[in-house]
Structures are given as structure tokens and as C-alpha cells.
């Protein structure tokens, strides 16, 4: 069980460009969440895939992010046109299916600096 | 919509003291999870203890265990034998029981720290 790993860990760019960050969660679980956590806050809920389907949005997810599971693997998480504001820890977590209490394993997430 | 409120930014406790996280939550719905989670400095947040909101019992994992008041919405974490390594930010989640939401929703946290 190696965990959820994302890549980069950090990423430093500057406004106006594009950023991907990736997820790979843990082999066998078909559930895959992206949360955004900014300094002195708790995780906020970005979107959740079940397999390849995104099934659940927030309204924080603007139209500028994007997330895919295409093969219901890894997934990524694109902003295009990147603002300041946008600078924040971004944590993706898995579980597997069943209920909802079933515990969301974190990864340690991939820190994006936006200048 | 769900809150989940946390009223201690900051907490310090002795090594080998007791300390208890406070934390408490706004739901209409009668089916949920409770968490606490863990997020030690630069590193992944890991579950420390989940409650089940139909279990009248409180949560127990080891030196970990909570105080589930379900009329109060309060769910506060105490922590036993305090090492230095329990130092971190201390986060409390809900999450619903029923179908259509899957997300965690999150207190603002409470950083502990452990004195030697």
C-alpha cells in the first residue's frame, strides 16, 4: 500500500499561466476526492469521482478548474488562468465504495504558489 | 447546509497530560459521521478516530477517545499520555449518512501543541 501520492508536490507560477496536478489514489479505491485547503483553514471540498464519473462539484470549482478520471485510475485537476487568490494546498483523497463512513485516505497534497 | 465549528485556534498541553479538543457541528439530518483528523506539520492528514452518529458508545483507539453528545451536536476529542508526537493541527469532519453527498466537511482546526 504505497498511499495516495500526488505530483507535483509544489508549483510555483505565475498569473495567468495553466497548472495540472495529479492524483493517484490508492489501487483499489474507486472513490477519488480533490480538496482545497488554504493557510489556517480546514480542507474545503472541491469534486468526487466514483470510478470515471464525476458525480459531486462545489461551487468553489469555477469554470477555470477542471478535473478528469478518465480511466478511473489517476486523476488530474487542471486551473487555467491561474490568480492569486488561487494559491493554496490542493489535497486529493480515495476511499473505497460502500458507505459513506467508510475512512478517506489523504495524500499529502500539492502546494501551488500563484505570482 | 452542514457547519462543523471548532472554538480552540490553539491548544498546548504537558507530555504525558490530558488535553480535550473541542468541537461542534449544525445538522438537520439524524444519520452521520463524525471525525477527527490530524495534520501534522508539512505532512498527509490521517484519521484519528471516527463516530458513527447511531452509536450511543463513544469512540475509542487507544489514547484517543471522544465525547459524542448528540442532542448537543458536540463531539470533542480527548487526547491521554500526550507524547510529543501528537503535536499537529487537529481538524474535526462531518460527513452526511445518506446518498448524494460524499463530501467531508471541515472545521477551521485547532493547533496543539506538546510541551516537553
Known amino acids: 500500500d504505497t498511499g495516495v501520492s500526488q505530483d507535483p508536490r509544489h508549483k510555483i507560477t505565475k498569473r495567468g499561466q495553466n497548472v495540472t496536478f495529479r492524483c493517484d489514489p490508492i489501487s483499489e479505491h474507486n472513490r477519488l476526492y480533490w480538496y482545497r485547503q488554504t493557510l489556517g483553514q480546514g480542507p474545503e471540498f472541491l469534486t468526487y469521482?466514483?470510478?470515471?464519473?464525476?458525480?459531486?462539484k462545489s461551487r468553489l470549482l469555477s469554470d477555470r478548474f477542471s478535473a478528469e478520471r478518465p480511466k478511473g485510475s489517476f486523476s488530474t485537476l487542471e486551473i487555467q488562468r491561474t490568480e492569486q487568490g488561487d494559491s493554496a494546498m490542493y489535497l486529493c483523497?480515495?476511499?473505497?465504495?460502500?458507505?459513506?463512513?467508510?475512512?478517506?485516505?489523504f495524500g499529502e497534497g500539492s502546494w501551488l504558489t500563484v505570482v | 447546509a452542514q457547519t462543523v465549528t471548532q472554538s480552540q485556534p490553539e491548544m498546548s498541553v504537558q507530555e504525558a497530560e490530558t488535553v480535550t479538543l473541542s468541537c461542534t457541528y449544525d445538522?438537520?439530518?439524524?444519520?452521520?459521521?463524525l471525525f477527527w483528523y490530524k495534520q501534522p506539520p508539512s505532512r498527509q492528514m490521517i484519521l484519528v478516530i471516527r463516530?458513527?452518529?447511531?452509536?450511543?458508545q463513544n469512540a475509542t483507539e487507544n489514547r484517543f477517545s471522544v465525547n459524542f453528545q448528540k442532542a448537543a451536536k458536540s463531539f470533542s476529542l480527548k487526547i491521554s499520555d500526550s507524547q510529543l508526537g501528537d503535536a499537529a493541527m487537529y481538524f474535526c469532519?462531518?460527513?452526511?449518512?445518506?446518498?448524494?453527498?460524499?463530501?467531508?466537511?471541515f472545521g477551521k482546526g485547532t493547533k496543539l501543541s506538546v510541551i516537553p
Open positions: 469521482f466514483q470510478n470515471e464519473a464525476q458525480l459531486e
Open positions: 445538522t438537520s439530518e439524524s444519520d452521520y459521521y
Open positions: 483523497a480515495s476511499s473505497l465504495g460502500g458507505t459513506t463512513g467508510n475512512t478517506i485516505y
Open positions: 463516530q458513527e452518529a447511531y452509536k450511543q
Open positions: 469532519a462531518y460527513r452526511t449518512g445518506g446518498a448524494g453527498s460524499y463530501q467531508l466537511t
